[in-house]
Nanobody
Framework: QVRLVELGGGLVEPGGSLRLSCAVS????????MGWYRQAPGKQRELVAN???????NYADSVKGRFEISRDRAENWLYLQMYSLKPEDTAVYYC??????????WGQGTQVTVSS
C-alpha cells in the first residue's frame, strides 16, 4: 500500500490554470501506474490521466491538449497541470496508484471548481 495526499484544488475562473499535486509516501519508482481520476456530482468517477512506470501517458479525450500529468521521482510527487479549465472540469480529483491486482491506493480527493 502507498499513502497519497492531494494538494492544490480550489476555485478558478473558466480559462484559468491550476496544478494539482499528490504527495506519495514512497518512491514512485516501481509503481506500475499512477493517475488522476475525477468525480463530478451525480456522475461516476472517471479517468483523467495516468502514467506508467515507464513514462507512458494516457489522457481522457475531454482533457487532451489541456492537461498534463507528470512525476517528480526525486521528491515522490505526482502532478496534474490543468490549463484552459472549463466549468465541466469541476469535480473532486483523486490521486491513484496501482501496484498490482491486490494493491491499489486512493487519495482523499481535492475539490476543483471552475466558475466565474
Amino acid at each position: 500500500q502507498v499513502r497519497l495526499v492531494e494538494l492544490g484544488g480550489g476555485l478558478v475562473e473558466p480559462g484559468g490554470s491550476l496544478r494539482l499535486s499528490c504527495a506519495v509516501s514512497r518512491s514512485v519508482f516501481g509503481i506500475d501506474v499512477m493517475g488522476w481520476y475525477r468525480q463530478a456530482p451525480g456522475k461516476q468517477r472517471e479517468l483523467v490521466a495516468n502514467i506508467t512506470d515507464g513514462g507512458s501517458t494516457n489522457y481522457a479525450d475531454s482533457v487532451k491538449g489541456r492537461f498534463e500529468i507528470s512525476r517528480d521521482r526525486a521528491e515522490n510527487w505526482l502532478y496534474l497541470q490543468m490549463y484552459s479549465l472549463k466549468p465541466e472540469d469541476t469535480a473532486v480529483y483523486y490521486c491513484y496508484a496501482y501496484l498490482g491486482p491486490m494493491s491499489q491506493s486512493w487519495g482523499q480527493g481535492t475539490q476543483v471548481t471552475v466558475s466565474s
